[in-house]
């Protein structure tokens, strides 16, 4: 039987991903996100969910422009503290010392050191609640050579995405392959 607990902000997992933006000083900003994934495929859009208190909701509002970073493994210390400290105070690269590289599609920083981004422009701005969503059209994707396999495809393996379990407040590596889409369900048809 199943337990009723109520209504809660968890699905598993999570992503764990970097929102860089500029200000409108033109300096870089990053924060974590976890509110965020593909939410269509033609034209293709990533939507993120933001409180209004954050630097990077009026870096968005403002510059109409954002990146999404796909951290791996070894980068999860940085991710963590671009979800603790506020852009408002601190200059987030510095402390990190990860690298801003200027898009040259949208007016938004991405990160040198993670091994893919997506560099969208935002098409539509929700209001829903404590949060507001910013869907933003992809208009491209950068990687790492080192993370593409034949026929542009990234493998998962090689980046070693970091994942984020809201409830519980952990991150975690990705778990092993288990098969492959519209193939191992196929014994029951």
Same mark, same amino acid.
């Given at each position: 039987?199943?337990?009723?607990?109520? @209504?809660?902000?968890?699905?598993? $997992?999570?992503?764990?991903?970097?929102?860089? +933006?500029? =200000?409108?000083?033109?300096? %870089?900003?990053?924060? +974590?996100? %976890?509110?965020?994934?593909?939410?269509?495929?033609?034209? @293709?859009?990533?939507?993120?969910? &933001?409180?209004?208190?954050?630097? +990077?909701?009026?870096?968005?509002?403002?510059?109409?422009?954002?990146?999404?970073?796909? @951290?791996? *493994?070894?980068?999860?210390?940085?991710?963590?503290?671009?979800?603790? %400290? +506020?852009?408002? *105070?601190?200059?987030?690269?510095?402390?990190? =010392?990860?690298? @801003?590289?200027?898009?040259?599609?949208?007016?938004?920083?991405?990160?040198? #050191?993670?091994?893919?981004? &997506? #560099?969208?422009?935002?098409?539509?701005?929700?209001?829903?609640?404590?949060?507001?969503?910013?869907? =933003?059209?992809?208009?491209?994707?950068?990687?790492?050579?080192?993370?593409?396999?034949?026929?542009?495809?990234?493998?998962?393996?090689?980046?070693? $995405?970091?994942?984020?379990?809201? *409830?519980?407040?952990?991150?975690?590596?990705?778990?092993?392959?288990?098969?492959?889409?519209?193939?191992? =369900?196929?014994? &029951?048809?």
């Amino acid at each position: 039987m199943k337990k009723s607990i109520g @209504p809660k902000t968890i699905v598993f $997992p999570a992503p764990a991903f970097v929102v860089a +933006t500029y =200000g409108k000083d033109g300096k %870089a900003n990053a924060m +974590t996100a %976890a509110w965020a994934g593909i939410c269509c495929s033609s034209p @293709p859009c990533i939507a993120v969910s &933001l409180r209004k208190a954050t630097a +990077t909701y009026s870096n968005m509002v403002t510059q109409k422009a954002f990146t999404i970073n796909i @951290p791996s *493994e070894n980068l999860v210390k940085v991710v963590d503290y671009f979800g603790i %400290a +506020t852009g408002k *105070e601190v200059d987030k690269f510095e402390v990190t =010392g990860v690298t @801003p590289v200027k898009s040259e599609l949208v007016n938004a920083p991405y990160i040198m #050191e993670f091994p893919f981004v &997506l #560099e969208c422009r935002v098409i539509r701005i929700i209001e829903i609640g404590l949060h507001t969503q910013f869907i =933003g059209e992809i208009m491209d994707i950068k990687a790492d050579d080192s993370i593409i396999g034949d026929e542009c495809t990234l493998e998962i393996e090689k980046v070693k $995405p970091v994942m984020y379990a809201p *409830e519980v407040r952990k991150y975690f590596g990705m778990g092993r392959f288990l098969g492959k889409v519209f193939h191992i =369900g196929r014994d &029951l048809i």
